[in-house]
Nanobody, 122 residues
Framework: QVQLVESGGGSVQAGGSLRLSCTTS????????VGWFRRTPGNEREFVAA????????YVSYFVQGRFTISRDIAKNTVYLQMNNLGQQDTALYYC???????????????WGQGTQVTVSS
């Protein structure tokens, strides 16, 4: 069982930045891709970005391209989501997930964290 822990969420004003982290205490990212998803109340979970652990290949959703960047730190077993120029539309509960392929489909991800809240105010 892979346990994922997100951190870095919080409240920020529009135009601000946050960096989310997703880490596991186990050396289990080696064969996985790690993705970020978000959910707002009443809406389905939506894909934000993902990255392959071995090669660091990123896959970023079109609606955050140019503002969000995904990266990984192998030594720290951590995946980051750098979020810049945040808008109120980015307010959501952000989850990281580990899966076996680089994809935007949430059903392909096997393990999920508990989520970290991001709130953007005007």
């Amino acid at each position: 069982q892979v346990q994922l822990v997100e951190s870095g969420g919080g409240s920020v004003q529009a135009g601000g930045s946050l960096r989310l982290s997703c880490t596991t205490s186990e050396r289990t990212f080696t064969t996985y891709s790690v993705g970020w998803f978000r959910r707002t109340p009443g809406n389905e979970r939506e894909f934000v970005a993902a990255i392959t652990w071995r090669t660091g290949t990123p896959y970023v959703s079109y609606f955050v391209q140019g503002r969000f960047t995904i990266s990984r730190d192998i030594a720290k077993n951590t995946v980051y989501l750098q979020m810049n120029n945040l808008g109120q539309q980015d307010t959501a509960l952000y989850y990281c997930a580990a899966g076996t392929e680089l994809t935007h489909n949430d059903y392909s991800y096997l393990y999920w964290g508990q989520g970290t809240q991001v709130t953007v105010s005007s």
